[in-house]
């Protein structure tokens, strides 16, 4: 199982590919913690030795990118408290962890 969690933006281009490849996925809609932006994570079952071929599908359709956002105010802090500049940081890309099944059934 190929765990991706990705940015929207690269959503559409990866399940595209994934499919053109033969892979099956399931999509879930995520927010990522610190920017709170959407991502979506991708459920991927293969076997173990098509997981080089998934990762290497996302690493070519899922590319880090700078970007200038504005941060948004962490809960429970007063407005005073908190300026918010706007920043250059690191997006995109994807996160993959890759995880052995012990079982699979489809119904």
């Known amino acids: 199982m190929v765990i991706a ?6 959503s559409a281009r ?19 913690g610190f920017l709170r932006a959407g991502n979506t994570t991708f459920l991927i079952g293969t076997d173990d030795e098509r997981v080089p071929d998934v990762i290497q599908i996302i690493e070519q359709n899922c590319q880090s ?26 997006v995109g890309g994807a996160a993959v962890f890759v995880m052995d099944v012990e079982q699979f059934h489809s119904f």
Not at 5 to 10: A, E, F, I, L, T
Not at 14 to 32: C, F, H, I, M, P
Not at 76 to 89: Q, R
């Open 65 to 90: 990118r700078n970007q200038m956002v504005t941060p948004v105010s962490p809960l429970g802090s007063g407005v005073d408290s908190f300026l918010s500049y706007p920043l250059e940081v690191q």
């Open 5 to 10: 969690v990705v940015q929207d933006k690269d």
């Open 14 to 32: 990866l399940s595209q590919k994934l499919v053109q490849n033969g892979y099956r996925a399931t999509k879930l809609a995520s927010t990522g």
